[in-house]
């Protein structure tokens, strides 16, 4: 598959990962009237960052437990010096999440910002992260479980001669999947553009996306239950 392990330095909004990541390249074309394109392109601009609310004191917990209780024949750090680590890692996240949410009014410098067009609603962000019930629902509404990665605007192809059209070409890195869910949902959202999605895939790689693709349209308009998770501490 033609993808990488985080190829990019790590979002200011970090938090550790329990899982393995497989990053694919996606690109995505957005075509049709021009007034329309503008249109999405605007609403479409944003930081590219979920405004979780993080539970800094879990957070401060998982830097700690490695370091103070680690695998077999890995050196121990004291538990003094673990838990200051840990603290000041804590701080650090804290303060560049805060940073990140700080300039959600004003930047606009990802061009593809799943959140602002098909934005997590409030209970779910209250959930953090890592809830099972935050996965089902980035996975039902978006189709990736992570903010997309490394968007950028490419190149247009429209043929120059079909007046009054314009199209967006956005190239970005999705983690494990493309983001299928969200294009269902945005087409139904602007039915005057046609929105045409194509991951980068290693030869015959292809089967199980193009399967997903066609999962997602079926399952356009069904609803995905949210399990209860656990509530922010404190």
């Not at 490695?66 to 077999?72: G, H, K, Q, T, V």
């Not at 189709?143 to 043929?159: S, Y």
């Not at 356009?220 to 399990?227: A, L």
């Amino acid at each position: 598959m033609a993808t990488a392990d985080e190829p990019f330095p790590q979002h200011p909004s970090w938090h550790p990962e329990r899982t393995h990541t497989d990053w694919l390249r996606n690109t995505l074309a957005v075509s049709g009237p021009t007034e329309e394109v503008v249109r999405f392109a605007a609403a479409a601009a944003g930081t590219g960052v979920i405004p979780w609310v993080l539970d800094l004191a879990a957070l401060e917990e998982e830097f700690l437990l490695p370091m103070a209780a680690p695998l077999d024949g890995v050196p121990a750090i004291n538990l003094t010096g673990a838990k200051l680590l840990a603290r000041r890692l804590r701080e650090a996240v804290a303060l560049n999440h805060q940073r990140a949410l700080a300039r959600m009014s004003t930047d606009r410098s990802c061009p593809l910002d799943l959140h602002r067009l098909l934005p997590l609603p409030a209970a779910i962000l209250r959930l953090g992260p890592e809830e099972a019930a935050s996965r089902e629902w980035l996975l039902a509404h978006w189709g990736v479980t992570r903010p997309l990665r490394h968007v950028e605007v490419l190149p247009g192809k429209l043929d120059g001669r079909r007046k009054k059209m314009a199209e967006l070409r956005v190239g970005f890195w999705s983690a494990d999947w493309s983001p299928w869910q969200a294009v269902v949902r945005l087409r139904r959202s602007w039915p005057a553009l046609a929105f045409v999605l194509t991951p980068d895939y290693a030869p015959g790689a292809a089967d199980g996306q193009g399967a997903s693709a066609a999962e997602a349209r079926a399952s356009e308009g069904s609803g995905s239950s949210v399990s209860r998770g656990r509530a922010r501490r404190g």
